[in-house]
């Protein structure tokens, strides 16, 4: 079992940033494990945000989010970090960490979906404010 434990959301205003972070624990947690950032805004789907690969520490990101937001880890500290510059109002939402376990290759179209994940966190709320 892995949990996860999302810290770093709050109020801003447009143009600000915000680090977001991730803290998992488990007694199978590894750096083979996928890590994302997906949201969810009022009334909207979830919504993918970013996602690192497992030891490789590739990276992929939304197109609404390329540019102003970095996703690492650090697998000493089981921490998967969301750096988040430039806020828009529109980013204002639930941001939730998930992981999934990726011993084998798999496709990064398919790591983007929700479904791909089965641990979550419980959410951290962002608020931009223009």
């Known amino acids: 079992q892995v949990q996860l434990v999302e810290t770093g959301g709050g109020l801003v205003q447009d143009g600000d940033s915000l680090r977001l972070s991730c803290a998992a624990s488990?007694?199978?947690?590894?750096?083979?494990?996928?890590m994302a950032w997906f949201r969810q805004a009022p009334g909207k789907e979830l919504e993918f945000v970013a996602l690192?690969?497992?030891?490789?520490?590739?990276?992929y990101y939304a197109d609404s989010v390329e540019g102003r937001f970095t996703i690492s880890r650090d697998n000493a500290k089981n921490t998967v970090f969301l750096q988040m510059n430039g806020l828009k109002p529109e980013d204002t939402a639930v941001y939730y960490c998930?992981?999934?376990?990726?011993?084998?290759?798999?496709?990064?179209?398919?790591?983007?979906?929700?479904?791909?994940?089965?641990?979550w966190g419980q959410g951290t709320q962002v608020t931009v404010s223009s």
């Open positions: 998930a992981a999934t376990l990726t011993t084998t290759p798999r496709a990064v179209i398919d790591l983007m979906s929700a479904r791909e994940y089965k641990y």
């Open positions: 488990g007694r199978t947690f590894s750096d083979t494990y996928t």
């Open positions: 690192v690969l497992r030891s490789s520490r590739s990276t």
